[in-house]
């Protein structure tokens, strides 16, 4: 009698039922072990258990080293308790019952689906391909209903993701909800907050190791915290690098917002995850406690966008890095030092004036510079804040009304431009297969509206989001006034005063600049409100 060396293979899958016993690993393996002795022709040599594996891939550590021993002669028979603990996709399969196994002179049994390739019509039996193409469709059918199960808490502000970020926590109550580590929340705050002082990433990352901050990784492993097992770091000792600080300087997730579903798999037989476009992004705001001011974020991400490289004897920029532009070809202009009996003297000049065709290229001493800019400043704010004591005597509800009309206005027209676009969009297809446009054509198109349509759904968002902010009465002038109101005892400048309150300085000449504040479109839309809302007071 031949003796059969067997190896029991179990498999509980993610998205199977917990509740039912009889797919749990005890019980597929009771079942096999009575199987097994009323066989005395198989020996159970191993166990191999994959569990939280999906029947779609086959890429499962248990199975391949069971492989491995079928490969070194080590086994000559598997035992599953049913077809689907083997695979749920048909293909592969019935390509390792039919194909591989026999080629090692595998034995192949299925316990409940009373399969058993020992019996030569058992492999072809149609039954088997039946029971495959069932499980297959089990799994596609469990797939989809995960994804739009995910889906639905994505959109409902959800966090359905393994590991919270740095700074947060799952609540003990709600796992679903993230709530704030009060004290990575602390660094993550100084982590903005001297990047808003000109510090470079990498200089942020320094002072962090020189304090002896706990890294995010670091710090998960130290207090037994569940983590990724990369986490925000890309060093082997855990310190804190400039990578580590930049993608921190970067998630949305410390203003409160959720941003979920930037990757997924095309086919539910795919264990590869790609990237999705922004527009299939799922974006909640207000789903957590936010960490960081929105306004200190949004102008993070702005001094990202900045040419604000540093010096290597610098720990930070200089203070119109990436501001300061030449008005003749728009290139950024660059900070250079002269010496001069033992006196440093700076100035900012265009280092592309020449290559550009700039017919007079100027520069501009920093001295200078600064005093024009301090003094400009120091005008504006005055001006806001005169503005806002205007404002504040005027009846609220008669500038809301105006603000609420403008803004259905702008909304209207991007709508009316959106539903436009979108026609053109669903019309490439027809246009190229009528021979109107070849296929790079068409996909140059599909792009090109593509990323207008996500602009312009943007824009119609943060519009119906400031016009629900009037309706619901919570101040809209308090949000940026209140940035200027910050600074209203300026004496002198510094980096976080350029950055929040100014967008950029033209040099149109060697004593002419043009200096374009932040939410100057704000103040002007005020000053027009003005006007005819005091005109109908008098009236």
């Known amino acids: 009698m031949q003796v059969y060396k067997a190896a029991k293979y179990i498999r509980l899958s993610y998205t199977d039922d ?35 594996y999906s029947g779609v891939i086959f890429d499962r550590p248990a199975f391949k080293e069971m492989m491995d021993d079928i490969m070194e002669g080590k086994i000559n028979c598997v035992i599953v308790k049913d077809l689907s603990r083997l695979g749920r996709e048909y293909i592969e399969t019935g390509r390792y019952m039919r194909r591989v196994f026999p080629a090692y002179g595998v034995r192949f049994i299925a316990i409940n689906d009373n399969i058993d390739t020992l019996n030569e019509s058992a492999g072809d039996d149609l039954t088997v391909s039946v029971k495959n193409i069932m499980n297959e469709a089990y799994a596609r059918d469990i797939s989809i209903k995960t994804r739009s199960s995910l889906e ?50 990498y200089a942020i990352a320094n002072e962090l190791n020189r304090l002896g901050t706990l890294s995010p ?31 921190i300087l970067q998630d949305e997730t410390y203003t409160g917002t959720l941003v979920q579903g930037r990757k997924g798999s095309q086919h539910f037989k795919l264990k590869e995850m790609e990237s999705r476009p922004s527009s299939e992004w799922v974006r909640v705001e207000n789903a957590h406690e936010a960490i960081v001011d929105r306004n200190d974020f949004d102008l993070v991400q702005r001094i990202r966008n900045l040419d604000t490289r540093t010096s290597p004897q610098k720990d930070k920029v200089y203070l119109f890095s990436g501001i300061l532009v030449c008005g003749c070809c728009g290139s950024r202009m660059v900070r250079k030092t ?11 000049y265009c280092p592309t004036g020449k290559k550009n065709g700039c017919a007079h290229p100027v520069m501009v001493k920093e001295h200078e510079l600064m005093e024009c800019v301090r003094d400009s400043l120091k005008g504006f704010i005055a001006n806001v804040v005169s503005l806002d004591e205007i404002l504040s005597g005027i009846d609220q509800s008669r500038i809301n009304r105006e603000l609420i009309k403008e803004y259905s206005r702008q909304i209207a027209q991007n709508e009316q431009q959106l539903e436009q676009i979108r026609q053109y969009k669903m019309k490439l297809y027809e246009s190229m297969v009528n021979g109107f446009l070849d296929k790079s054509e068409f996909l140059y198109n599909k792009s090109s509206y593509s990323a207008r349509i996500t602009q312009l759904e943007q824009a119609v968002a943060a519009l119906k989001e400031k016009r629900t902010d009037v309706m619901e009465n919570r101040s809209e002038r308090n949000r940026w006034i209140e940035n200027f109101r910050r600074f209203s005892d300026l004496e002198e400048l510094d980096r976080k005063a350029v950055i929040q309150l100014v967008q950029v300085i033209t040099v149109l000449g060697k004593d002419e600049l043009q200096i374009q504040f932040n939410y100057q479109d704000e103040y002007e839309k005020a000053l027009a409100l003005i006007t005819p809302v005091q005109e109908r007071m008098v009236v």
């Open 217 to 247: 990784l670091a710090y998960k492993k130290y207090y037994g915290l569940p983590h990724a097992k990369k986490g925000y770091t890309d060093r082997k000792d855990c310190r804190w690098s400039a990578n580590t600080v930049t993608r």
């Open 152 to 201: 639905t808490k994505r959109k409902n502000g959800d966090f359905v993701g393994a590991f919270p970020v740095y700074g947060y926590r799952k609540s003990e109550d709600n796992h679903n909800l993230l709530v704030v580590d009060e004290y990575a929340a602390q660094v993550v705050r100084s982590i903005f907050r001297m990047r808003l002082e000109g510090f470079s990433p």
């Open 338 to 348: 002269n010496r001069y009996k033992d006196k440093e003297y700076h100035y900012y």
């Open 18 to 52: 917990k509740s039912n016993e009889s797919n749990s690993v005890g019980n597929q393996r009771k079942l096999i072990e009575d199987f097994v002795s009323r066989h005395p022709e198989i020996e159970l040599v191993s166990e191999k258990v994959d569990d939280g």
